[in-house]
């Protein structure tokens, strides 16, 4: 006998969890045309099931050019942050159900990067702030032969921002990103954090002083839709304060 | 086409590429091209933990280490290899540490350890804490820090990039890497890179499940480029099913869950793995608590209404020992199953996890063209390779650790062969055999799609060759695949554009999943004997006399252009550990 298969099961039970859902996706492809539309697909789905699947089912089943990025499909790769409903999430973490679906769902690009095809968005201006802060512990003097030591409520300083993905999702959230592509962005600034305060690091001043830029934490107006856009749950907003407030006290 | 020249050329950005990478680029002109940005590979799934006999917290040391990576592997492993990788993940650990890693911390400020699968003290006595682990998330972690470390060194990155072919010329009688061939998505340009070496780092295969853990992108991309250049794929049968998926998702619930003291349950209630395995209940390896969750489900003791899964309990651990340790887990059955993992247990079903198989390497990462022969400025390292140091299975945390031991070891030695090797002429028209497949693609007019072969291939997949195998089922398998690789030459897309056409590059990796499920079902035919993550329902003992061997499968082609499959076999390295009955 084989492994038992779930779809068995499935076809077996009585009521379809299936209903009827439109999606509403922004197309864009500079091959066919200048201009960006929208367009509506309407299928069959679970809503149980992610935004991700339903665009799974459009490309697999209905119109194989519908281009977007996505791995995991769980939460922790990063690749598919997008604009649902007009709010900043991972289509991958989104369930239908969640999202009223009596009424068309709207899927657009991640906003103030440069949208190159459907919702893949060109996403090296964004790698390069995260770059130019330093995201590397720097240490001085010999290396010791065992671990460094560090207690776990100095671990516990900097866990949150350990657990940042690079999704985009709060940079691409912020009026202020949206308006002046220079300024660091929500995400970079949550790892230059995550390394400020980590009490084996020694440069701290270093990046402060990068953050201390014109287009540094100062651009900050604190409208918390990073916060609320972050799929990992990051306080982003707070850890903003925090170097803000480092950069005032010279504390961290 | 565009040439590019680069003393070392490294194949995808996960953890085995990127420590790979570090290695490399401070020895050597390195380029790594991967076909998702660095940050998005499936490494940062991975989540309970790293090996390494610190012995922070109790007493431990590498030999049982090595001991029970032989044993979890029933005893397929090459003991030469696990013993550098039980000895070499002491430093592992300690470099990712002082590269930045956050560890979870001791009291007095080192690293914290915790139980997992399989890990025991003294050869199996007790279970043993050796997994260094940061929350559930030390796989997001370690690729991170990678990561920061590749920004660190400056490290070279061609993202977006996807190798489709592996370049080999012959020099004086002996096959050596000449380089790779790439598509570029953003473009469709076909980019050709000559490099004195080439690292195979691109993961695993698991896409050809349909409940699985692994990424939509783990499609093989590597072994199937090697193996249709003739290469063997080494020990293919040996797939991998975590006991502990989401129920019908796949997603992966750590084993750590059940190091943290987790219980698995059937529908009465009963904690069933004591039945199976008394000492290491729970904490037995995966093959042994992937089958006896199916057995208990086959017996009529799975829960919900149709039976079919069985439940992870953590409700007896305090919340905030969950929201400490185990706070990605939780918030997944919140997320995708709407539990509450505080009051409620979770459903869970064993889930495609990872390929033990693969491109077949010494213990340098130097990739094997037969039983002996190296092809030189070839490597592979990570779950592309087979080392072997996960044999039949692999223990948990052992993967984190082998890309990070492999990965760096192949790292050196490609960048040292990159320095003391010139470049080997490229074939003549080396982006000849990607252009015809990428045009062949783009202009094919067939009525047969792709999301129907793969939905076939991934459904034959999970009812033939999964946690239970019989020489019927395999057959049936073998066939069906037969069957879709003949509709696949069918297949059309619609996306006939050059700017990023994932359609296209989705009909490429099915064309690697089917190449390499052949493969598998074929070595699994072959395999009369259950070891391991192979359970053969008609041969259900371990036949060392005719089995402990390596598979080693070749691509052969007839003159008449048909393809067939050669399977060879090679002999397992033991140096100190006689095969044992294996119970946990």
Known sequence: MATPVLDKAEAESSASPYITVTFRIRRFNPEVSEDAVWEDFAIEIDPKERVLDGLHKIKWDVDGTLTFRRSCAHGICGSDAMRINGKNRLACKTLIKDLNPEKPITVEPIKGLTVLKDLIVDMEPFFQAYRDVMPFLVTKGNEPTRERLQSAEDRERFDDTTKCILCAACTSSCPVFWNDGQYFGPAAIVNAHRFIFDSRDEAGEQRLEILNDKDGVWRCRTTFNCTDACPRGIEVTKAIQEVKRALITRRF | ?584
């Not at chain 2, 996960?14 to 940005?37: D, F, N, Q």
């Open chain 2, 1 to 584: 086409m565009k040439i590019h020249k680069y003393d070392t050329v490294i194949v995808g950005a996960g953890g085995a590429g990127m420590r790979a990478a570090i290695e490399a680029t401070k020895r050597s002109r390195t380029a790594v091209l991967t076909k998702l940005y660095p940050t998005r590979s499936h490494t940062g799934a991975a989540q309970g933990g790293m090996a390494a006999a610190l012995a922070n917290v109790e007493e431990d040391n590498w030999e049982w280490h090595t001991f029970d990576t032989i044993k979890g592997g029933d005893y397929l492993v090459d003991q030469d290899a696990a013993e550098i990788l039980a000895k070499e993940a002491i430093d592992a650990v300690l470099d990712l540490e002082k590269m930045g890693l956050p560890f979870n911390r001791t009291p007095n400020g080192t690293i914290d350890q915790r139980r997992f699968g399989g890990h025991s003290r003294n050869h199996g006595e007790a279970p043993v804490r050796r997994s260094c682990y940061a929350a559930d998330r030390t796989g997001h972690m370690i690729l991170q820090t990678l990561y920061q470390n590749c920004v660190k060194e400056g490290v070279e990155f061609f993202n977006e990039f996807y190798v489709l072919d592996q370049l080999i010329t012959e020099v004086d009688g002996v096959k050596k890497s000449a380089g790779v061939v790439a598509y570029e998505l953003a473009t469709g340009e076909i980019h050709v890179f000559q490099a004195k070496s080439v690292i195979y780092a691109s993961g695993g295969t698991g896409k050809f499940f349909k409940v699985t853990s692994n990424a939509h992108t783990l499609t093989g991309d590597g072994q199937a480029a090697c193996y249709r250049r003739g290469l063997p794929l080494e020990d293919m049968e040996f797939f991998q099913f975590h006991p502990t998926g989401i129920w019908r998702m796949g997603i992966l619930l750590t084993e750590g869950a059940r190091g943290e003291g987790g219980i698995l349950r059937n529908k009465d209630g009963e904690r069933f793995m004591e039945k199976y395995a008394p000492v290491m209940k729970d904490l037995a390896s995966r093959d042994v608590v992937s089958r006896s969750i199916y057995t208990e489900i086959r017996e009529g003791r799975g829960c919900g209404p149709e039976g079919d899964h069985v439940y992870l309990d953590l409700t007896h651990l305090p919340p905030e020992q969950l929201d400490a340790k185990l706070p990605d887990i939780t918030e997944f059955a919140r997320t995708y199953l709407g539990i509450e993992p505080y009051t409620d247990p979770i459903p869970i079903q064993p889930t495609a996890h990872y390929a033990m198989g693969g491109i077949p390497t010494n213990v340098q990462g130097e990739v094997l063209l037969d039983n002996t022969t190296v092809v030189p400025g070839l490597y592979a390292a990570g779950e592309v390779a087979c080392v072997s140091v996960h044999g039949a299975n692999r223990l948990g945390t052992n993967s984190l650790l082998d890309i990070n031991v492999f990965g760096k070891r192949s790292g050196i030695a490609a960048a040292e062969y990159s320095a003391s090797n010139d470049y080997v002429d490229l074939p003549e028209d080396p982006a000849s055999l990607v252009e015809a497949q990428v045009e062949r693609l783009r202009e094919a007019t067939g009525n047969e799609r792709v999301a129907d072969i793969r939905r076939e291939l991934q459904e034959t997949m999970d009812a033939n060759v999964m946690v239970f195998r019989t020489e019927q089922t395999i057959k049936t398998a073998v066939e069906k695949i037969g069957e879709l690789r003949a509709r696949y030459l069918n297949v059309s897309i619609q996306d006939k554009g050059r700017r990023f056409n994932t359609d296209l590059l989705e009909a490429i990796e099915l064309g690697n999943l089917l190449d390499l499920a052949e493969v598998m079902a074929v070595s699994a035919l072959a395999r009369k004997e259950s070891r391991g993550g192979h359970y053969r329902e008609d041969y259900p003992n371990r036949d060392d006399v005719n089995f402990m061997r390596h598979t080693m499968a070749y691509r052969e082609v007839g003159d008449d252009g048909s393809e067939s499959i050669r399977l060879d076999y090679k002999p397992v390295v033991q140096t100190r550990y006689q095969p044992m009955e294996r119970k946990y």
